[in-house]
């Protein structure tokens, strides 16, 4: 925490939610304010919302991941080394919640419930 002070460090990305849950108690024992002082962003979204300071999450398609994986196993399976490498990408949510200057817990717009845009 130290050093994050030292230098002037405003916001940490951690690798998952545990780490920031830890980097989080660490600041409120060194009197750094989350989100006034420092922002946190986690990354998994297993447990975030249940942190002290609700965490804001990079939150990776894990259902979908899990979809593409067994389909790119069986087809191995089926066709062996004939199947073709595949490089999939997929599009992680961003939740933003208290840790960030969020209003508590996800915004609308990272649950999926934001209003749809009006035509016209």
Do not use: W
């Amino acid at each position: 925490m130290a050093a994050l002070r030292a230098d002037d460090v405003t916001a940490a990305l951690c690798f998952g939610d545990r780490e920031a849950c830890l980097l989080l108690g660490a600041a409120r024992r060194a009197g750094v304010r989350v989100p006034h002082d420092l922002a946190i962003i986690a990354y998994d979204n297993e447990f975030a919302d249940a942190a002290e300071v609700p965490l804001t999450a990079v939150s990776p398609p894990k259902f979908r991941l899990g979809q593409l994986a067994a389909q790119v196993l069986l087809q191995r399976m089926e066709y062996g080394e004939a199947f073709p490498v595949h490089q999939l990408r997929l599009r992680p949510r961003l939740v933003v919640r208290a840790s960030c200057g969020g209003r508590g817990g996800s915004s609308p717009a990272a649950r999926g419930t934001a209003p749809a845009p009006r035509a016209g």
